[in-house]
């Protein structure tokens, strides 16, 4: 099959990444699948708003401390060894807690300590997958690849809450989990089986990746912090579906672990619709849209809190999703493609620190808020801080955050290096 070099699924044309999506593919729906199984287990153990906070809390904590690093990790070192470290990692918390739960002795401490391992494995594993995008398709198919990537993700939130629904139901959280830890594998044999030949080797740096310089660099550079600004609050407050939808199913509806995975599915209906279109609109990626979409996106969720039964609070999860997915697209697009290559792991790092790094504190402040002032009242707030965060943002930095045309970035270059682009 001929595969358009300018077309909306031109990085296929790229043999390395054809074999990591497919494996991401599967990987991606193991990953939803975990994610409603864990949150499910949670309230089985403790029937509590709070604990499903604090456990996604610890997930994402590492974020604060290595995601850095991550990045640093990902502009010094081989990036396809470090991401079989991080598969590997993975792998083997989601085993061990799939068989934790199969064999009935599962605690509250083990879910805690194993989302803890996950997240270390996580932090780094982020920023060094995000840059080595660059690496498998070269900087001109780069933004259509991320694209590409938020689709593949998404599908698998679209399959991933269904089929953790249907298994806890018939056989409980356990074999999710099991199915999880199996994806990671199969990640990792999709790793060794890549050509390195067909890499776009980039450049890295020669001495020691300093975190100091990734911080400068995106200091002197609005167009990238701005965006890491709306991504923080929309992430924060606004991006917590698994926690709303976990409360929403239980609390106000009252339904099971079937409606609860279901949930998710609607979601990823709208999410997927967003990243297949964002494919096609490439050409508005630009600081502003970022303020803008978050903006539509703290509305969605504003209103989602209104939503009167099970059925009208489902079938508006889509909006959520298309417009929350769009807005993380261009923002994601624009941190890599405007990131000098040199530096760009690390500037992946402080966004993925920005974007995941408030979970740790947004998540169990909303658990603690939907027990003692609701749901409902906990929904509308989110939504209001995310439009209203955007709106200022947008107001105060809205002539400031076109891309410098010589900006550089004082850096120790490497020997020369291949470049296939």
Request: glycine content about 10%; charged content about 10%; some cysteine.
């Amino acid at each position: 099959m001929r595969i358009n070099e300018t077309g909306n699924w031109r990085a296929f044309r790229h043999r390395n990444f054809r074999i990591l999506f497919a494996a991401n593919a599967i990987s991606n729906i193991g990953t939803w699948a975990q994610r409603i199984a864990q949150d499910w287990l949670v309230l089985q153990l403790t029937h509590s708003g709070t604990y499903l906070g604090l456990v996604t809390a610890l997930q994402f904590t590492p974020v604060l401390f290595l995601s850095l690093h991550g990045g640093a990790l990902a502009d010094r070192f081989d990036k396809q060894k470090v991401l079989i470290a991080t598969n590997l990692a993975g792998g083997l918390s989601a085993i061990i807690l799939g068989l934790l739960v199969t064999t009935h002795h599962v605690k509250l401490w083990h879910v805690f300590l194993l989302a803890f391992m996950l997240g270390v494995a996580n932090a780094v594993d982020n920023p060094v997958r995000q840059s080595f995008v660059a690496e498998v398709v070269g900087h001109s198919d780069l933004g259509n690849a991320v694209s590409l990537n938020s689709a593949n993700f998404n599908a698998g939130r679209l399959i991933g809450p269904g089929v953790s629904g249907a298994l806890i139901a018939a056989f409980g959280t356990g074999p999710s989990f099991l199915l999880n830890g199996a994806s990671y594998l199969l990640v990792i044999l999709s790793l060794m089986y890549l050509r390195k030949s067909e890499f776009y080797f980039l450049p890295r740096s020669a001495g020691v990746a300093n975190v100091r310089e990734g911080l400068r660099y995106v200091k002197a550079r609005p167009d990238l912090y701005v965006v890491m600004i709306v991504i923080f609050f929309m992430a924060t407050f606004g991006l917590n579906f698994q926690i709303f939808n976990a409360l929403a199913a239980t609390k106000i509806f009252h339904r099971g672990a079937m409606s609860f995975g279901l949930l998710g599915t609607f979601v990823a209906i709208g999410s997927f619709s967003g990243a297949i279109i964002s494919a096609r609109l490439e050409g508005l990626r630009r600081t502003m849209f970022v303020a803008y979409g978050a903006m539509a996106f703290g509305t969605s969720i504003f209103v989602l809190a209104f939503m009167p039964n099970y059925l009208a609070y489902a079938i508006w999860l889509p909006v959520c999703g298309f417009t929350a997915l769009t807005t993380l697209i261009s923002a994601n697009s624009l941190m890599q493609i405007n990131s000098d290559p040199v530096v760009r792991g690390r500037v992946m790092g402080i966004y993925l620190l920005i974007f995941l790094g408030g979970a740790p504190i947004g998540s169990p402040l909303i658990g603690w808020t939907a027990e003692k002032i609701g749901v409902r009242t906990t929904l509308a707030a989110c939504g209001a801080i995310t439009v209203l965060a955007a709106f200022f943002a947008f107001q105060r930095y809205r002539y400031r955050v076109e891309v410098p045309k010589d900006f550089s970035v004082d850096v120790v270059l490497p020997p020369p290096y291949e470049n296939k682009s």
